[in-house]
């Protein structure tokens, strides 16, 4: 690759939150050659995927376009669950459950062919964010739902692409008579408190050989990426509150404890390891500032490279909380929420990602590629357009984000993969993978990751050495430790949870009663 490519491949990865702080060593891990040659894909499942996708073509395209016209937030995807049952209902799925795990907007779909087989999942999400309401023009101007919420993540096309794969995969094995299991899983709120954790503490996909799933990027892409554990805890301080200006000194100021608190967390930063991330928001300050504070509320993420390392980083936080309390005369609160394991990856489901991937053309019109210079345009970004070629096979890529895909990747084989959905440059939760997302390039991702999904899907249906070394490589990354919930065992339900699907009868009985 010449230089200029690798500082694409390079900028294109950290736009996408792929890589470390770029340097010598990160130009040297990306660039690595492979350990060895990918072989090609077959030609035959590959062939056999494009045609089986382009027979539900309609299909993965209305579960694009819908979901991104009716984009919903994390735990709130009513709509956006109900149109991924709908296709996968009409497809022949059985819906196994819904409200999965508790978590309302989750859901599980299955079919089956014969007795026995393989079992293989997958895993489309369909949550948006805030802030990132788009058109499908190449600048910014309200959507279908305003500027409030929009796909700036791509989740209405992985959605489409995984829940499409396996409607692909299913007709490809009934055409065969290929014994064996596709299941759905409904992957509400990944951006918050992602269901993924909540089935994995129930053991949902404990029973798979392997699961797959994808992610929209500036590039194509697949090998040995990992990405961090983490935990979400929220601090909350109780105070005494009195008026500023008369009588201070019979207050205790919550603020002023929130604020040691953030000095504490401050200085822990010289004495954690350099793959740590700590970052925090104040979400509750006080109301006035002639009103000494009784409440605030900080809510910090802590990021490491697995469960022991954040689990320690939680325990100090807890601590510093507890310490702020002290100096201040308040009393700390401490909710840990929400957890996650790293991303294991796996070796095997990599490559084989990646052979299928590489069968399949990265072809752009020149409206497209001009709708991508437009938007990089406006964001004030070098005019590169689209990537038009998938990455080399890449090599322990270390990433300082996180997701939810880590839990299930402690339970069976994961293998993830990228496809391009955006332009070269452009970072996810912009504005512009929400234009992309509702146009033709977004159409495009949806049904080229369709393909690679159900013909990495066809060939770990019919190929036990296959299944049998992703089960190894997943033996040897995660070891002999017992699989242990990130979840506390208290956190029952989301917290984030919307008020209508948490009130009961009981609440209207006693509305506006003293």
Known sequence: MPATGRREVLTALGAAGMLPVAGPAAAQTAAAPPAAASAPPPAAASAAAARAVESVRDAILRLSREVWTNAELSLHEVKSAAIHLRELEAAGFRTVSRGTSGVPTAFVSEWSNGSGGPRLGYLPEYDALPGLGNAAEPRRTPGPTG???????????????????????????????????????????????????????????????????????????????????????????????????IDPWNGRSALKAAEMFGIGVQMMREHVEPSARMHYIYEQAGVAPNVIPDFAQVWIILRDLDRPKVEGLT?????????????????????HFFGTHDLLPNEPLARLLHRHLAAVPIEWTPAEQEFAKACQREMKLREAGLAAQPLPFLHEISAGGSTDVGEVSYQAPVGVFAWPTMPLGVGLHTWPVTACGGMSIGDKGSLNTARILAAAGWELMTDAALREAAKADFAKRRGD?????????????????????????DDEMVTGID
């Open 481 to 505: 430790r017992p699989f242990k919930p990130s979840l506390p065992a208290s956190q029952l339900r989301p917290i984030g949870l919307p008020a209508f699907m948490t009130r009961t009868a």
């Open 147 to 245: 500027a409030e919420v929009g796909h700036g993540c791509g989740h209405n096309m992985l959605g489409a692409g995984c829940t499409g794969g396996a409607i692909a995969l299913r007709r490809m094995m009934e055409a065969e008579g290929t014994p064996g299991t596709i299941r759905v899983y409904g992957c509400a709120a990944e951006e918050t408190e992602g269901a993924k954790v909540y089935m994995a503490r129930d053991g949902l996909f404990a029973d798979l050989d392997a699961a797959l799933a994808w992610h929209p990027a500036p590039f194509a892409g697949a090998g040995i990426v990992r990405l961090n554990a983490l935990d979400k805890v929220k601090v909350m301080f109780h105070g005494r509150t009195a008026h500023a200006g």
């Open 315 to 335: 325990a100090w936080v807890k601590q510093v909380a507890e310490g702020a309390a002290t100096a201040t005369q308040t009393r700390a609160e401490v909710l």
